[in-house]
């Protein structure tokens, strides 16, 4: 099992990204910081850079790479990509960790 799981949205957006951006076959870093009140801010970007002790794992074919500092902030987080408004989709952070996390309600869809 993944630290981070990636959805195929998700994915999809990123893989496009890398490939507008020119920085395919690079890994995603994914990294963490508590706000003032206590949330968590999440970044994530293309690292062409690498530290030795990063930790490395797959996801929807995507290299993701956390810092072993931010491990216990993001295990077992989603990341999804979903449209927010109509027209503005955004990628979102399902992180149990985060204290003002709510997990969405399941639908009867």
């Known amino acids: ?3 981070i799981a990636i959805t195929a949205r998700a994915a999809a957006q990123i893989k496009l990204a890398a490939k507008e951006g ?3 076959g ?3 870093r994914i990294a963490a910081q508590h706000n003032p009140d206590g949330s968590l801010h999440y970044a994530m970007g293309f690292d ?6 990063d930790l490395r794992f797959p996801s929807e074919d995507i ?3 956390v ?3 931010d491990k216990d902030l993001l295990d077992g987080m989603v990341v999804d990509f979903v449209e927010m408004e109509p027209g503005q989709h955004n990628f979102i952070f399902k992180n149990p960790n985060d204290p003002h996390y709510v ?3 399941e639908s009867d869809k």
Do not use: F, Q, W, Y
């Not at 062409?48 to 002790?53: N, Q, W, Y």
């Open 1 to 3: 099992m993944s630290l």
């Open 22 to 24: 020119r920085m395919e």
């Open 26 to 28: 690079m890994p995603l």
């Open 48 to 53: 062409d850079v690498g530290r030795e002790d």
């Open 63 to 65: 290299e993701i790479v």
């Open 67 to 69: 810092s072993p500092t």
């Open 103 to 105: 997990a969405p309600k």
